[in-house]
């Protein structure tokens, strides 16, 4: 029996990277694999971490999710976020990272031995799973090379994209600094280097980001 899904979940799906660019029949021969099963998780609950190792692939179906290691934030998962790629198809049972859910989140899980179908059955899924996984590498490349920039600019701009609520954060400098692992001062120097390229803006303890896409250019590796 196929895994029932809502409307707005299907069309989550169906524009997840995965599926992105196909048909709702696509969707139906997805979740009509007998191994792919879903979940419901609350608040504060980890969907997977290094010692809860499943080897499927996670679609975010509805809800936020917080993805770290150790205490570093790594990235923040909204509906359509795929998850556990990069584990799915290794030799070693352990998952680098943890995700924990953020709010209630509703999750499908594909098996690796039914994303291995789909893989061979669909070309259209065969293309985007390996476009993904050349942007997941792009990405934590630009990762490994801001958490090993000593510039707090980056680690700000890194910190606020991965835990920003719409656009915008409330926190203290006090705390955001511990965080960081900065100092004050060097944290206030971040916040004027990038109020004055209009990558932020501070209201009291409101942080606004009037454009996710322009501080995300920022932690562009150059070419």
Same mark, same amino acid.
């Given at each position: 029996? $196929?895994? $029932? ?10 524009? %997840? ?26 608040? +504060? ?9 499943? !080897? %499927? ?5 509805? +809800? *936020? ?19 556990? @790629? ?16 953020? /709010?209630? %989140? ?7 031995? =039914?994303?291995?179908?789909? &893989? =061979?059955?669909?070309?259209?899924? !065969? *293309?985007?799973? &390996?476009?993904?996984? /050349? ?20 680690? &700000?701009? *890194? ?6 609520? +719409?656009?915008?954060?409330? /926190?203290?400098? /006090?705390?955001? @600094? ?6 004050? @001062?060097?944290?206030? *120097? @971040? ?33």
């Amino acid at each position: 029996m $196929a895994v $029932a899904l809502s409307s707005g979940e299907r069309v989550v799906l169906l524009g %997840c990277p995965l599926l992105r660019g196909g048909e709702e029949e696509l969707v139906q021969r997805v979740l009509s694999l007998p191994g792919v099963w879903r979940r419901e998780f609350s608040p +504060g609950q980890t969907l997977y971490s290094p010692d809860h190792f499943l !080897r %499927c692939l996670g679609v975010l179906l509805s +809800g *936020r999710a917080g993805v770290s290691s150790g205490t570093l934030s790594v990235s923040m998962l909204e509906p359509g976020s795929l998850f556990g @790629a990069a584990a799915l198809f290794g030799d070693v049972d352990q998952f680098a990272t943890t995700i924990t859910a953020r /709010t209630s %989140c509703q999750v499908l899980f594909l098996p690796q031995e =039914e994303l291995d179908t789909l &893989l =061979e059955r669909e070309p259209l899924v !065969r *293309r985007n799973y &390996l476009g993904y996984l /050349t942007g997941r590498i792009r990405f934590l490349s630009g990762r490994l090379q801001s958490v090993t920039q000593s510039g707090a600019e980056a680690k &700000l701009a *890194r910190y606020l994209l991965a835990n920003h609520q +719409g656009g915008q954060l409330q /926190t203290s400098a /006090t705390d955001l @600094a511990k965080r960081l692992g900065v100092s004050r @001062a060097s944290l206030y *120097r @971040a916040f004027e280097d990038l109020e004055r390229e209009d990558l932020i803006r501070r209201q009291g303890k409101t942080i606004l980001i009037p454009s996710l896409s322009a501080l995300e250019s920022l932690l562009q590796s150059p070419t």
